[in-house]
Structures are given as structure tokens and as C-alpha cells.
């Protein structure tokens, strides 16, 4: 397994084949991704937003989209976006990875933490969370517009 960065830190794609490779894993966890999933993807990386890859040869076996930032509550943190495991690959260690190279990612960059917000239903997610040493710190409240 190898873990690749599609985009730089100025939110450019340097991997245009794999992010165009990675759209049928990140809609295994966002089916709602609109159709033109690469303009999509352009204005969430114009907005910080970063895409690592686990691949294996020409395939992708999971994806992070993830970005870095400071706020008055931590100082900066790694938060995750997405993370997902192409289904025919888990319970593999891809997820694991992802996680690791993420960890090493933010301390990199002075990050203090890696933060995520998990929806409610997602209870198999939160197990891998959970043993992965995140702990549950808040809850996060949307209201729709
Ligand atoms: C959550 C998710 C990303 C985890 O990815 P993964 O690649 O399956 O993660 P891992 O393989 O590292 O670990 C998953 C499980 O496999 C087990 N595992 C890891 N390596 C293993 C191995 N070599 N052999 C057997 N089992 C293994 C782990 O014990 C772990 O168990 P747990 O989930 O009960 O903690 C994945 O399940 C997924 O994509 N889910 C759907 C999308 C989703 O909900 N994403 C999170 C959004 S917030």
C-alpha cells in the first residue's frame, strides 16, 4: 500500500488521473457528491481542502480529504473531512493507515490535534474511532437554511 497526495498546499490537483480514480470511493461515502465531481472537488480544495490516497498498483483502497487550521479553540488542528475505505478493502488497515499518515501529517504542520465530526448513525466508524484513540469532545449542532 502507498499513500499519495493529489493536491499541494495551495489547493492545486498535482494528480488528476487519481483524483478522477478516487470518485467512486468517496461516493461510497458521499452518494449525495454532485455529478461534476471534479468541480466539486476544485472549490472544497480552493477552500483548504487537501486529498491523500491509499492506492495499491492503480487502485484506490481508501481516501481522506482533510485540511489545516487555526481557530480561538485549539490552536491548529488537522480536521477530516472524509474518510473512507473502499468496501472491497476493509478491516485491512487501510483506514488505520490513512489515520497514521494523517497523525504524522499534522504534526508536521504544528497541528495539535486531528479532529473529525462523525454522523450519528455511523456506529461501526465510531468503534474504528474509538480504537484509534480519538476520544468524543463535543457535539455538533446543524441547523438547516
Ligand atoms: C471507518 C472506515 C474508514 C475504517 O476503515 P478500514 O480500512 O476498514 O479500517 P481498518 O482496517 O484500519 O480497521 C477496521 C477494522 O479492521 C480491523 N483490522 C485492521 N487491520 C486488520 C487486519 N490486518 N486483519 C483483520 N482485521 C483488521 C480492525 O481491528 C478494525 O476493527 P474496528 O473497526 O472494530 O476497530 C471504513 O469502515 C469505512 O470506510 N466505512 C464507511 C465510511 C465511513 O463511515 N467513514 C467514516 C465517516 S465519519
Same mark, same amino acid.
Given at each position: #500500500?502507498? @499513500? ?12 488528476? $488521473? ?7 470511493? +468517496? ?5 449525495? @457528491?454532485?455529478? $461534476?465531481?471534479?468541480?466539486? #472537488?476544485?472549490?472544497? /480544495? ?9 492506492? $495499491? ?13 487555526? &481557530?480561538? +479553540? ?6 477530516? %473531512? %472524509?474518510?473512507?475505505? %473502499? $468496501?472491497? +478493502?476493509? *478491516? ?10 494523517? *497523525?504524522?501529517?499534522?504534526? #508536521?504542520? *504544528?497541528?495539535?490535534? @486531528?479532529?473529525?465530526? *462523525? ?8 468503534? /474504528? ?9 463535543? /457535539?455538533? /449542532? &446543524?441547523? &438547516?437554511?
Amino acid at each position: #500500500m502507498q @499513500l499519495i497526495e493529489i493536491t499541494d498546499g495551495q489547493g492545486r490537483i498535482i494528480a488528476p $488521473d487519481w483524483l478522477q480514480a478516487a470518485e467512486a470511493t +468517496h461516493r461510497q461515502l458521499r452518494p449525495q @457528491l454532485p455529478p $461534476d465531481y471534479a468541480t466539486k #472537488m476544485q472549490r472544497v /480544495f480552493a477552500q483548504g481542502g487537501r486529498m491523500v490516497l491509499a492506492v $495499491d498498483g492503480e487502485a484506490v483502497l481508501g481516501i481522506a480529504v482533510w485540511r489545516c487550521f487555526e &481557530n480561538t +479553540h485549539q490552536g491548529a488542528q488537522v480536521y477530516v %473531512d %472524509d474518510l473512507v475505505t %473502499d $468496501d472491497a +478493502h476493509r *478491516s485491512q488497515g487501510v483506514g488505520h493507515a490513512l489515520i497514521e499518515w494523517l *497523525s504524522a501529517r499534522a504534526r #508536521m504542520l *504544528s497541528a495539535t490535534a @486531528l479532529t473529525l465530526d *462523525s454522523g450519528t448513525q455511523r456506529r461501526e466508524a465510531h468503534r /474504528f474511532y474509538l480504537r484509534e484513540r480519538f476520544d468524543i469532545t463535543s /457535539f455538533h /449542532f &446543524n441547523k &438547516n437554511l
